[in-house]
C-alpha cells in the first residue's frame, strides 16, 4: 500500500445521510462517505449496493432526497456532471467515453481548441495538448495519432488526462478503470494514480479486484443493500474480513468451488460435443485443435490479446474460420452464423455485456426470451404468458434482483445484468455454452455464485467453455485449461497443476 499524503486528515469531500429512492428500489440510505487530500480511497460493495448511485450524486447525474455535500468545507448543490466538473469534480468510466476517430490533441481539448484567425490552431493545439500529457502524467506520445491507434491503456490514461485538465480536478472518479487492462498496464496507471495522490488529488478507486485495492488503497468504504457498512483503514482490514462486509455473511469460496470442481468432474462424459481440428483465421486465431467433452468445463487462459476472445467469436459463427473443421455434436459444421450456432445448440455470453450483451431498452423478461424467440422465428411468437414463466424461472434460478420482470435492463446492477445474460442462454436448452468473461465487473459473492452454476450447469451433461482474465478464477473452475498465447494455444492442463506452470505458459515459458 502507498504511503499517505502529509495533508491526510484533510477533508476534500464530505457527503452526509445521503438518501436516494428509485420506484421500488431504496438506492441509498443514510449513507455518509469522506474523502481526504491526496488519497486513493477504494469504494466496495456488491453489486447494486449503491456504489454507482453513490456517485452519481456525487457528480450531479442523480440528486438525493435528503443528505448534503460539502466541498473543502463548503455545502455545495451539485446540479449537473458539467457542474460538477466546474467544482473540481471529474469522472473516468469505465467505458472510455472519448472519439477513436479523433486525434488525441482533438480528444484532450475537444470544445477548447486554441484559435487563430477564426480557425483552429493545429500547431499550437498539438503543443498544448503535449504539454499536458507530460505536466499531469508524464506521458510522451504522438498526440497527432488518431486515439483509436492506442492500446485501451493509454486511451484510458488520455482520458484521466482529459478529465483533470478541463477544470483542475481536485477529485478524480476512476470507475473499473482497470477492467480490460493487462497487468502491466495496469500498473502503469497505478503510477499516475500516486504522482496524482502526490500532488493531493483526491481519488475515488472503484473495482472489483481485491489484489489492486490493496496494492494502492489507502482508505476502504464498504457499502451493502444502500447502507454504509464502514470506512477502515486498507492496513488494519484482513481480506477475509472485506469479503464479510461486502456479502454479509462469511464466505470461504476457495474451498467450496474446489469441492465442487473434485465433485463435478465425475460427471465428464466421453462424447465429445465440440471437436476442433487445424481451425484458424489468419490474424485472429493461428490454426488450433480443440476438443470438448458433455459435462466439462474447458479454461481458456491467456493474456488479452492471446487470442482468446478471437477463438470464441470464430467458434460461434461471428466469423467465418479460413483453415481447418468444426464439429458440433457429432455434425461438421458448414454454415458459420450466430443463428446456426444458436440452432445447433452452442450459444456466446460475450464479452463486452453493454455493447454486444444486454439491450438496454429492453426489459429483463423481453432480454431472457431474446435468443429463444429469434431462434424459433418471429413469426413463432412466443405468448405473453410463456414470456413471463420462462422469465420467472430464470430470475429465480439465477436469483436475479430485480423488482419485476418488467424493469429496464438497464437499471439492474452489472452482476444482475450478467445473470440475465446467463438466463436468457439457458432459456434456449443449449448443449455448448461458451462464457468469455462472465464475471468481469461483479462482486466476490456473485462471481462465486456464477462459477457455481457453471459447474451445476456441467453436473447436467452440459459443455462449457469459460475465459477469464484472473487465471485464480480459471483454475478454480475448469476441469482442464487450454492456455493461448500470440494468437495460438500453447499448452493444455488437466488434473492438479500449479499456478505458476500455466502463468509461465501464458508467457511463452517452457
Known sequence: MVGMSENNNALLISMRGINKTFPGVRALENVDFDLRYGEIHALMGGNGAGKS????????????????????????????????QSLGISTVYQEINLCPNLTVAENILIGRQPMRFGSIDWKAMNAQASE????????????????????????????????????????????????????????????????????????????????????????????????????????????????????GRSITVLDEMSKAKTETSKYIQADTVLQARQLGLAGAVEPIDLDLHAGEVLGLAGLIGSGRTELASLLFGLETPDSGTLTVGGKPVKAFSPNASIKRGLVLSPEDRKAAGIVDDLTVRENIILALQAGQGWFRYLSTQKQYEIADKYIQMLEIATPSEDQPVKNLSGGNQQKVILARWLATNPQVMILDEPTRGIDVGTKAEIQKLVLSLAEEGKACIFISSELEEVMRTSHRIAVLSDKKKVAEFQGDVSEQAVMQSMAGES
Open 53 to 84: 448511485t453513490l456517485i452519481k450524486v456525487l457528480t450531479g447525474v442523480e440528486h438525493p432526497d435528503s443528505g448534503k455535500i460539502l466541498l473543502e468545507g463548503k455545502e455545495v448543490t451539485v446540479r449537473s456532471p458539467q457542474h460538477a
Open 132 to 247: 499536458i500529457l507530460q505536466r499531469v502524467l508524464g506521458m510522451d506520445i504522438d498526440v497527432t495519432r488518431l486515439l483509436g491507434a492506442y492500446s485501451v491503456a493509454i486511451q484510458q490514461m488520455i482520458a484521466i488526462a482529459r478529465a483533470l485538465e478541463i477544470e483542475s480536478a481536485k477529485v478524480l472518479i476512476l470507475d473499473e478503470p482497470t477492467s480490460s487492462l493487462s497487468a502491466h498496464e495496469t500498473e502503469q496507471l497505478f503510477q499516475v494514480m500516486t504522482k496524482l495522490k502526490s500532488e493531493n488529488v483526491g481519488i475515488i478507486f472503484i473495482t472489483h479486484f481485491l489484489d489492486q485495492v490493496y496494492r494502492i488503497s489507502d482508505r476502504i468504504t464498504v457499502i451493502r443493500n444502500g447502507k454504509l457498512v464502514g470506512s477502515f483503514d486498507t492496513d488494519s482490514l484482513p481480506r477475509l474480513e472485506l469479503i464479510t462486509k461486502m456479502v
